[in-house]
C-alpha cells in the first residue's frame, strides 16, 4: 500500500490546526466567561465545600447516644482454699445502658443542622453575587478599551485620508507649508490615542483572565458583548420586591432568625431530664439474675438557665439584623438606580443629537477646508470636537453598563442584561 505524501498530509492537517486555533481565539461572551468563572475560582469553590461541611454536621447532629456496656465481677476471694476453682463464689454483672432522650432533642439538633447548611449555602451565593460584579466590572473594562481602541483606529484612518489630502494641496499650492505641518503635527494625537487604548486593552484583559484563573495568553484571550444602553422601564418598588425575594444575604438573614428560633427550643430541651434505662445480667455462684436499672439526674442548679436566655436574645439579635439589611438593601437599590437614571439621562442627548452633529460639522469643516473654505484652526477644531464627543459617549457607555452592574449586585439577579 503506497504511503501518502508529505504534501497530501499537509493539506489534510492545516485545516484542522488552523480550524483548532480559530476555535481557541473564539471571543468569549458574558455567559462563557461566567462559566468558566463559576467552574475556576477557588473562593467560590472554598465557599461550596464549606456547605459540604455543614451538610456532613447534619449527619452527626442525628446521631444517636451509643448505647453503654458495664462489667463488674467482684466477692471472690483472694486465698481460695481451692486452687482450681478461685472463681467459684465470684459475682458477675453485665450491664447494659441507653440514655433515652426527650422532648424531641435529636431532631431539634437536626433541624438546627440543617438551616445552618442552608445560611452556609445562601453565604456562599452571596460571595457568588459580589464576585460575579467583580467579573462582569472587569468583563465590562475590556469593551470599553475594545470600543475606545477601535475608535482611536477609525481617527487615525480619517486623519490619514485627510493629511494625503492636505499634501495634495501643498503641492498644487494651494496651503502653505507650515499649514501642512501643523496638519500633520496633529496626527501625534490620534496615534497616541491608538497606543494608549492598546495598553489599557491588554491590562484590561489581564485583569479579566486573572479573576478568571485564565492561564491562556493575552494575545489569544478576547471577549465579545453589547456596548450599548438601554431604554429599560423599571420602576424602584419592583426593584425592592425583587431585592427581597433574590437577595442571598437576605435569604441568609431570614434562615438566622429561623436557626435561632430551632435553637432556642433546642435549649429548652436540653433543659428537661433524659433517664438512662439498661438492662442487668448477675452470675453469683450457679444462681443467675436479671435486673433493671434505672437513673436519672436530679435537675436542681443547671436547668440550661444560660442557654435558653442566650437563644432568646439571638432571636432579638437576628431580627434587628434582618431589619437593618432591608434598610440597607433599599438603600443601595435606590442609589444604584439614581446612578443609573442619571448616566442615561446623559447619554440620550448623545445618542440622539451630539454624535451626529459633531460628524457633520468634522466632515462640513473638513470639506470646506480642503476647498479653503475655513480656516486651519476651525478644522483643528472640528477634528478636536469629534473625538471628544465620541470618547465621552463610549466612556458614558461605560458608566452605564457600570451602573446596571451595581443595580443588578443591589437587586441580586440580572434585571438589566
Not at 87 to 105: C, D, G, I, P
Not at 232 to 250: G, K, Q
Not at 374 to 401: G, H
Request: aromatic share 8%; hydrophobic share 40%; no cysteine.
Amino acid at each position: 500500500m503506497a504511503r501518502p505524501s508529505r504534501r497530501a498530509l499537509s493539506s489534510v492537517l492545516l485545516p484542522v490546526a488552523f480550524t483548532a486555533v480559530a476555535h481557541a481565539q473564539k471571543p468569549l461572551t458574558w455567559e462563557d466567561v461566567r462559566e468558566q468563572f463559576r467552574a475556576n475560582n477557588p473562593s467560590l469553590q472554598a465557599g461550596q465545600t464549606f456547605v459540604q461541611e455543614n451538610r456532613a454536621n447534619e449527619v452527626t447532629a442525628g446521631l444517636r447516644p451509643n448505647p453503654q456496656l458495664s462489667i463488674i465481677e467482684d466477692e471472690f476471694h483472694v486465698w481460695n482454699p481451692n486452687p482450681l476453682q478461685p472463681f467459684q463464689n465470684a459475682q458477675l454483672t453485665h450491664t447494659v445502658t441507653q440514655l433515652w432522650e426527650r422532648q424531641h432533642k435529636r431532631q431539634l439538633r437536626v433541624a438546627s443542622a440543617e438551616l445552618a447548611t442552608a445560611v452556609s449555602a445562601a453565604d456562599a451565593q452571596d460571595l457568588e453575587r459580589n464576585l460575579l460584579f467583580a467579573l462582569r466590572d472587569a468583563f465590562i473594562r475590556v469593551l470599553q478599551a475594545k470600543s475606545i481602541q477601535q475608535l482611536a483606529g477609525d481617527n487615525l484612518a480619517y486623519y490619514d485620508k485627510v493629511i494625503e489630502v492636505n499634501r495634495q494641496r501643498y503641492q498644487a499650492g494651494d496651503i502653505s507649508r507650515s499649514d501642512l505641518e501643523r496638519v500633520e503635527l496633529q496626527r501625534a494625537q490620534f496615534q497616541s490615542d491608538l497606543i494608549n487604548a492598546r495598553v489599557n486593552l491588554r491590562t484590561a484583559k489581564i485583569q479579566l483572565l486573572a479573576l478568571m484563573e485564565d492561564k491562556r495568553p493575552v494575545d489569544r484571550f478576547d471577549v465579545t458583548g453589547d456596548f450599548d444602553f438601554r431604554e429599560t422601564i423599571l420602576l424602584p418598588e419592583e426593584l425592592h420586591r425583587a431585592a427581597v425575594d433574590a437577595r442571598p444575604d437576605l435569604k441568609s438573614a431570614d434562615t438566622l432568625i429561623r436557626k435561632a428560633e430551632a435553637d432556642n427550643k433546642l435549649a429548652w430541651a436540653n433543659g428537661s431530664t433524659d433517664p438512662t434505662i439498661g438492662v442487668e445480667y448477675q452470675r453469683t455462684g450457679p444462681d443467675n439474675t436479671m435486673g433493671i436499672d434505672f437513673a436519672i439526674p436530679l435537675r436542681i442548679f443547671d436547668r440550661n438557665q444560660g442557654e435558653k436566655a442566650r437563644t432568646a436574645l439571638e432571636i432579638r439579635r437576628s431580627q434587628q439584623i434582618r431589619q437593618a439589611l432591608v434598610t440597607s438593601v433599599f438603600r443601595d437599590v435606590d442609589s444604584a438606580y439614581a446612578q443609573l437614571d442619571s448616566v442615561r439621562a446623559l447619554l440620550r442627548p448623545y445618542r440622539d443629537q451630539y454624535l451626529k452633529q459633531a460628524a457633520d460639522i468634522r466632515d462640513t469643516v473638513s470639506f470646506a477646508y480642503a476647498r479653503g473654505g475655513a480656516s486651519l484652526l476651525d478644522f483643528l477644531d472640528a477634528q478636536k470636537s469629534y473625538r471628544d464627543t465620541e470618547l465621552n459617549y463610549r466612556n458614558l457607555i461605560a458608566s452605564y453598563l457600570s451602573a446596571a452592574n451595581q443595580l443588578n449586585l443591589a437587586v441580586g439577579r440580572e434585571v438589566i442584561q
